[in-house]
């Protein structure tokens, strides 16, 4: 009767394996496309850097950058 159990436990055994692989196969993948997001997000957060150096650098210059037009208010119309 002992072989019987030990067999059974051998059986059980396989499908623990069979089920950390899987876990494992399944993290790997969860991994994977978490450093896709990172490469594309540090990427993005380049071209934005870029986009407001440029934009400082204009306004540094004298020169307003799209979107930085002064605007003005109400209070400065009615000095006029």
């Given at each position: 009767?002992?072989?019987?159990?030990?067999?059974r436990r051998g059986e059980g055994g396989f499908a623990a394996v069979v089920v950390m692989v899987a876990i494992l196969a399944v993290l790997m993948i969860y991994t994977t496309a978490?450093?896709?997001?990172?490469v594309h997000l540090q990427n993005e957060l380049k071209l934005i850097e870029?986009?407001?150096l440029r934009?400082?650098?204009?306004a540094s210059a004298?020169?307003?950058?799209?979107?930085n037009a002064p605007v003005e208010s109400p209070a400065s119309r009615e000095t006029r």
């Open positions: 009767m002992r072989r019987i159990s030990g067999q978490n450093v896709r997001v990172l870029q986009q407001q934009r400082l650098d204009g004298g020169v307003p950058a799209a979107g």
